[in-house]
């Protein structure tokens, strides 16, 4: 709300400056990664004062599970995400409606995930709550986005659009108020279970969000702008530049946990930060205009998703077929299989942002071959 502080420019001329997305993205960057730094340290006290970490032995990675001392790293992580990246965007991002329902479904899926840890860590139910339950939550709160989204006048007509990258006009122009529930849905719960999934190795799914906040930064900046949204031939959404500076303080939110979640992990994000993570991209993607784009900046996490469905599905398969489930893989998700293959998170997080920055110079590189 910071930005407000533009209209008093005659009294003190710098305050001018406020006016511009790309210069509240990086005071929300540096405020989020500031915040990080000051709170995370009292918070891994606190949670190793109160012993919230992992009470259980868990026996279901196998030998893989000794490589990590998860039983004695606190959890909960999340909460410094969240602190960091809400105040930093109520502080610098314009209050519109896609900003206002992006930090609602980050803030509903962060109470689920803290529900889900609480019972873990606390009450050291190794299940966490049943997956009807949050399945149950994440369809109250996609269907509260939509509600809202449909309700208000900036956005009812904008958020049926359907864009497809390298079309040059909406796939589907108004689609009906069933086919936009079930695409938001499959990704607000998608991505949000596909980044808890993720939460595996060391600094690995907040490495690899920090990649895809980065280019939906630059998304969001670009369809905001209607010069460059036309130059580009991309859709023009009037006021989602405003996410901009959301992801800007997703970048240092994360950027600050990441310092403490790397290898050796000193605290892990949990479920109260994994769900909330995946629903707030999933529903920007949706505002932006590019959720098939998120499919593929977010290739691990759907290659992490895609590991658990094939080899879930295999067993129930072959338990079915011949009365004793079967494996396709040696563990789900795949990312176990990096440490079998040797290579530390910091390679498999750098891996990815070269892949990422090699399909986002192909795109730009093609926009204009449309």
């Not at 990086?26 to 992992?54: C, D, E, H, M, N």
């Not at 709550?129 to 009812?156: D, N």
């Not at 403490?260 to 994994?274: C, I, K, L, Q, R």
């Amino acid at each position: 709300m910071l930005s407000y502080l533009a209209e008093y420019e005659s009294y003190f001329g710098p305050l001018r400056l406020l006016r511009y997305i790309t210069v509240r993205g990086f005071l929300a960057a540096a405020t989020a990664l500031l915040i990080g730094f000051v709170i995370a340290p009292w918070f891994i006290s606190k949670f190793r004062a109160l012993k919230v970490g992992q009470h259980y032995d868990d026996d279901r990675t196998g030998d893989i599970a000794a490589r990590f001392d998860k039983k004695n790293t606190p959890t909960m992580g999340g909460l410094i995400i969240f602190l960091s990246v809400f105040t930093s965007a109520l502080l610098w991002a314009t209050p519109n409606v896609w900003v206002l329902v992006s930090l609602f479904v980050y803030a509903a899926l962060t109470v689920a995930g803290f529900r889900d840890d609480y019972l873990k860590v606390v009450r050291r139910n190794r299940d966490g709550i049943s997956s009807r339950e949050k399945l149950l939550w994440q369809s109250l709160v996609t269907l509260a986005a939509i509600g809202l989204l449909l309700c208000h006048p900036l956005s009812a007509a904008k958020v049926r659009e359907l864009w497809v990258p390298f079309f040059k006009t909406a796939v589907v122009a108004h689609m009906p108020w069933w086919l936009m529930l079930v695409l938001i849905y499959l990704w607000i719960v998608g991505f949000s279970n596909a980044i808890n999934l993720t939460d595996g190795l060391d600094g690995l799914a907040v490495g690899c969000t920090i990649t895809v906040a980065l280019v939906f930064a630059i998304m969001a900046y670009a369809a905001g702008n209607v010069r460059i949204s036309d130059y580009l031939l991309i859709s023009h959404v009037p006021g989602v530049g405003e996410l901009a500076v959301l992801c800007s303080a997703l970048i240092g939110g994360c950027m600050a946990f990441l310092w403490y979640n790397s290898h050796p992990a000193e605290v892990f994000m949990g479920d109260t930060g994994s769900l909330a993570l995946g629903g707030l991209i999933g529903v920007m993607a949706f505002m932006v205009h590019q959720p098939v784009t998120l499919i593929i900046v977010g290739g691990v996490f759907v290659m992490e998703a895609l590991s658990v469905i094939m080899q879930v599905g295999w067993f129930k398969y072959t338990r079915v077929r011949s009365g004793v489930g079967q494996r396709l893989f040696l563990m789900s998700p795949i990312h176990h299989h990096f440490q079998k293959l040797g290579w530390p998170e910091s390679k498999v997080v750098l891996r990815f942002w070269v892949l990422s920055l090699g399909f986002a110079l192909v795109g730009l590189a093609t926009l204009k071959l449309r």
